[in-house]
């Protein structure tokens, strides 16, 4: 179990806080991602923990820094190596991508060293953080213009890697369970094709970070550490019944087929079926353009909450339901491998 920061290794107990350099602005100040990591005295597995890869969303890098406050390195055990906002371009202006380059960082890993800041960016959080990592989550939320029902994507994959994405996610503590396959250029893929466990949280959205659902991600992080034994105590909020939900064939979002003023219908977390009226779409005078019916049965997850919409605009994000209820697939294995692939 070892953490390299700023070209050295921590010691145990030590917390650090870095602005690794990514490149110099025109009048020669620093572009910078900044990292912590924090090596416990004891010796367990490397957490790595990603936030703030979208610029407009902030429950991810509050409840990182929050559970960062709480961490005591002399009760730890193992270590983290984290970063509250991987992508500082977007945090400036608030927006999903960075103004310098306007790349979606979570379409640009593995990165390139050599590329674009977005991708230069990407790749120091692979290097310094993935690659670092015994476990990995990545921490997300609806963004500006959306709100979602809290859910965890595992990675849906056969063998012994998909198996322990799953327990991590039920051991995050949030009732929807999003079963995906890494797609290429995402972040949880480089994770995957390195052997790392990896969910993928999402929690709150609107731009804002509200209480409850800030409360959302700090429980589920303080919930994988405890399952992986990095610090003590029972597992909190656990849900009564858990259900997987996974993306409809024409994919994640349906999108819009008009602009104009959107009135929702539905809310989320709500069950619908086939047919079901989702909202509809009023031009500037208030007159009807069409109606958005729901394409399948499901659970409205994504619900976009700035009324302007323009065509082709993300509009719902309804996800099918492939298992749901207490039968024995929701049990949480007790973890029983949580070490480093390093000896203390
Ligand atoms: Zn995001």
Redo the contacts with the bound molecule.
Sequence with gaps: MKIKLDNRYLNTGEEKQFLHPIGKRHDGTNIGLPLVGIMGEKPGPVLGITAG??GD?YEGPEALRLIIDEIDPKELRGGIICTPHANMSALEIHHRSGWIDRLDM?RSFPGKNNGYITERAADIVVKEIIEQSDYFLDL?SA?LSYDLEAYVGFNDTEGKLGEESYELAKAFGVPLLYSSTPFPNVMRLEAHKRNIPAILVESGGEGRCKTDRLSIMKTGISNVMKYLGMIDGELQELPNKYTVIKAPSYGEFLHSPASGYLRGKVGIGEKVKKGDLLGEIVDVFGNKIISITSPLDGIILIVRTIPSIRLGDWAFSIVEITNEGNNQDFVIESHKECVSNETF
Aim: charged share 15%; aromatic share 0%; proline share 0%.
């Design positions: 890869v979208h969303e979570n997300h963004g």
